[in-house]
């Protein structure tokens, strides 16, 4: 009798490229051989064949799968709509932030009274406790030290003084430890920007505060956290001078370099992606990437991306524009290539949740579409809970 261990391996890495990123931890227990092929990550390699963006996506407070099948945007006889399903394993809690560092998730209870971590491909989840109480203004990041070690961050913000960083901590999963630093510096991070992981190193997009002939300045630039030394490395500059109406955002490409998007809302609603030629924490270089106008994409707010470099593609993600719709907005996936090629695809409405102020009106809370990096699988194992003890830092 044929058994699953006996089928050709071509046909089992097909089966493996139609499993869904949720169920790998069920495909592993099929059988022995399919364990070993899972841990060849044969899933990803398979994706990367059939030109599919594999990854994950917050949507209405909750964490979906994605699968972004790239193969036919220039021919709309073979455009397959990207699939996108809800992760039933956490879908008894309100996620409000989402975090991606080579195949583990860092999710962030929408009340912020925990940090929950999650490995897809093993089916594990794990919960960190505070030392005292997460805040609204809180950053966070999720990265590892040069012994594979990984480590969150917690940036504590004041959301009074523009979102300063007040200083910041430090968890150590594998001694469940917090450590606390009061390191002040003189740059902040906006609430709406996340932090995207590259080889185990965290950047951001921050301001750097400058005086400039007695007058305060903002200047644009990438701040990078080193997981090993646990200290945020100097200031790295961006390939463009930007603007207060300018929209910027960080991305990463493969988890090999970085990308930023600059819509730039003055000068022609000028659409430009960047990425980086070399990246460490001490040196960025760049190249462009991509630049559109407004005349080719009309009116859109980006509100995160991401990069296929082979195929010369961006595909901007964010809820459609439109300030007289208070119940709902639909979501959309923008999708730009080389010639001018611009095509928007619905993938949802976000839903309306709403609350009353205390003199009675309607305050409209929208969660905006959120897209992490490609997702490649994990076999770090995630520790069952202990109890969490802190320390101080040197500083």
Request: glycine share 6%; hydrophobic share 35%; proline share 3%.
């Amino acid at each position: 009798m044929t058994t699953m261990s006996d089928l050709p391996q071509d046909l089992t890495k097909e089966i493996f490229s139609r499993v869904p990123l949720t169920s790998l931890s069920a495909v592993r227990s099929t059988c022995k051989s399919w364990n070993s092929i899972s841990k060849s990550q044969v899933l990803c390699e398979s994706a990367a064949r059939r030109k599919q963006f594999l990854g994950f996506m917050m949507k209405d407070f909750s964490v979906c799968s994605m699968k972004f099948d790239l193969q036919g945007i220039q021919n709309e006889a073979d455009f397959v709509d990207p699939s996108i399903k809800q992760v039933s394993v956490l879908d008894q809690v309100e996620i409000s932030q989402i975090f991606q560092c080579e195949g583990l998730l860092l999710c962030v209870t929408r009340d912020k009274s925990r940090l929950l971590m999650w490995n897809p491909y093993l089916g594990q989840t794990r919960c960190i406790q505070p030392r005292n109480t997460f805040l609204s203004g809180d950053q966070y990041a999720l990265g590892y030290d040069k012994n594979r070690k990984h480590k969150i961050l917690r940036i504590l913000g004041d959301c009074k003084s523009g979102y300063m960083v007040l200083g910041y901590e430090i968890f150590d999963l594998s001694a469940n430890t917090w450590k606390v630093s009061n390191d002040n510096r003189d740059w902040q991070i906006d609430h709406y920007q996340r932090g995207v992981s590259l080889k185990g190193h965290t950047y951001f997009l921050a301001k750097e505060k400058i005086r400039i002939g007695g007058t305060n300045n903002n200047i644009d630039c990438i701040l990078s956290f080193d997981f090993t030394t646990e200290r945020f490395r100097k200031l790295l500059p961006l390939p463009f001078k930007s603007h207060y109406s300018n929209k910027l955002l960080l991305s990463c490409v493969r988890e090999e370099q970085l990308a930023v998007l600059h819509y730039n809302w003055v000068m022609g609603q000028a659409l430009e992606i960047w990425v980086t030629k070399k990246i460490d924490p001490g040196e960025v270089s760049w190249s462009k990437f991509l630049r559109f106008t407004s005349s080719c994409i009309g009116h859109i707010i980006p509100g995160s991306f991401f990069v296929d470099e082979e195929k010369k593609v961006v595909v901007v993600v964010d809820q459609d524009y439109n300030r007289r719709i208070v119940t709902g907005r639909n979501q959309s996936a923008h999708i730009l290539g080389p010639d001018r090629y611009f095509k928007s695809v619905n993938i949802g409405e976000t839903r309306y949740i709403g609350k009353r102020s205390k003199h009675g009106y309607m305050i409209s809370e929208l969660c905006r579409p959120r897209v992490c990096s490609s997702y490649v699988p994990s076999s770090v194992q995630l520790q069952t809970n202990q109890p969490v003890k802190s320390e101080e830092s040197e500083n």
